[in-house]
Nanobody, 117 residues
C-alpha cells in the first residue's frame, strides 16, 4: 500500500540542474522525515539530504550550497533541486520516508541522474 515514486532524473551536462520529485502515498506524509539517498555504481549508498516534519533540513557536505530539499505536504511530495551538478553526482537517487515512533522506513524505486563530463 505504501508507495514512493520518484521522477525527474535524466542526463545533464556538468554545471546543469535537475529537479527530482517523490510522491508518497499510503503514509501520513506530514509526520515523516523525508530523505534523498544516492548510490553510484560500486559505491556505498549515502544520504544526500533530509527534511523533517517541521521543515528542518540537512545535507551531505559535498552537496551543501548546490542542492535544496523541500516538501509540499498538500501534495505529499518531496523535492530535491540539484544545481551546479558535477560528474560525482551521477547516481541512482532514492526517496526515503522515515518515522521513528512508531518506527517505519520506506523506499522508492530510484531515478537515475547522470552528469556528463
Amino acid at each position: 500500500q505504501v508507495q514512493l515514486v520518484e521522477s525527474g532524473g535524466g542526463v545533464v551536462q556538468v554545471g546543469g540542474s535537475l529537479r527530482l520529485s517523490c510522491v508518497a502515498s499510503g503514509i501520513a506524509f506530514n509526520r515523516y522525515t523525508m530523505n534523498w539517498y544516492r548510490q553510484a555504481p560500486g559505491k556505498q549508498r549515502e544520504s544526500v539530504a533530509g527534511i523533517t516534519d517541521t521543515g528542518t533540513t540537512s545535507y551531505l557536505d559535498s552537496v551543501k550550497g548546490r542542492f535544496t530539499i523541500s516538501r509540499d505536504n498538500a501534495k505529499n511530495t518531496v523535492y530535491l533541486q540539484m544545481n551546479s551538478l558535477k560528474p560525482e553526482d551521477t547516481a541512482i537517487y532514492y526517496c526515503n520516508a522515515r518515522n521513528l515512533i512508531p518506527f517505519r522506513n520506506f523506499w522508492g524505486q530510484g531515478t537515475q541522474a547522470t552528469v556528463s563530463s
